[in-house]
């Protein structure tokens, strides 16, 4: 029987063979964030709320909305596992149940968080860089988008609905912005980089990252949805439901994938250890 092979420390910023070379690699910093909320009975419910990346063997990374965002907020008692899927039968699960302000730091004006687990000395972590990015630069995401919580008969979490996603791409686009995201904190004069692949639900907090060095660059903030036109569009092809209006405004939006550069939070992971 084959032995899984395990990273250990910083993943080594060489070039690889190919884009598929260095996404496995990668998939030994990449995590599936999930909360365990606890229930009456004993038992928790279980729900992923995002992708996140080890940046130091102690240090995990993801966005603040996802641990304490408006419309699921963090509560007392509530405990998160950082849960990686190695091969479709193996990963790992770090513990991170000492809560906010203890093993759980938040910067909401960054939509940054930082959660520190200490379960295993040797945790394979990504390189970052905070180089300017040029538009037009090769970069890659990876992340458990779309990921599910499952567990065997005996109650145990399984790997069954945890699956490792990746794309490649571009950078569309590098300028500052404001951000205001719908139930989110407002954020001013933040960087960042625009990709030609779309977000799903469960990549943000994920890396956004070099794929000739695999070097962490951004973390997945989601997308923007400028409207482009708006319209009035008469409904001719079904029969339209009593009390409604045959008439109605269609919209076109352009979306943009979009990830916050790792320069804008490169203070606070300073601050923890996480050098270049």
């Known amino acids: ?26 998939r030994h ?53 950082l849960v ?30 930082i959660l520190i687990s200490k ?17 037009g630069m090769a970069m890659g995401i990876a992340g458990y988008p779309l990921a599910q919580a499952t567990v065997d008969a005996n109650k145990n979490l399984t790997l069954k609905g945890v699956i490792y996603r990746v794309s490649e791409g571009v950078a569309n686009a ?14 001013k004069d933040v ?8 977000f799903v639900p469960g990549n943000s907090g994920g890396p956004i990252f070099d794929v000739e060095t695999g070097r962490a660059l951004a973390y997945v903030k989601g997308f923007r949805y400028p409207k482009v036109i708006e319209s009035e569009e008469t409904c001719n092809l ?8 045959a008439k109605y405004l269609s919209a076109i939006y352009a979306m943009y994938s979009v990830g916050i550069t790792l320069s804008r939070v490169r203070a606070h992971l300073e601050k923890f250890g996480v050098t270049l």
């Open 119 to 135: 379960s295993k000395k040797d945790q394979a972590f990504m390189p970052v860089s905070y180089s300017a990015i040029p538009v």
């Open 238 to 245: 079904i029969a339209v439901p009593e009390g409604m209006a």
């Open 84 to 113: 990686n899927n190695l091969d479709g039968n193996n990963g790992m699960i770090h513990e991170v149940n000492g809560g906010i302000g203890k093993d759980i730091h938040l910067f909401p004006d960054d939509d940054f968080a």
């Open 174 to 187: 590098v300028y500052n912005t404001d951000l205001n995201f719908k139930n989110d904190t407002p954020m």
């Open 29 to 81: 910093a990449v995590f599936s964030v999930q909360r365990f909320r606890p229930r009456n009975d004993g038992l928790f419910d279980i729900t992923p709320i995002g992708s996140g990346l080890f940046v130091g063997s102690e240090v995990f990374v993801t966005c603040r909305l996802l641990i304490d965002g408006s419309l699921f907020p963090h509560k007392d008692g509530d405990q998160y596992r």
């Open 191 to 198: 960087p960042v980089v625009e990709v030609n692949f779309l």
């Open 1 to 26: 029987m084959t032995q899984l092979w395990i990273s250990a420390g910083r993943i080594p910023n060489k070039a690889r063979k190919s884009f598929s070379y260095l996404v496995a690699d990668i």
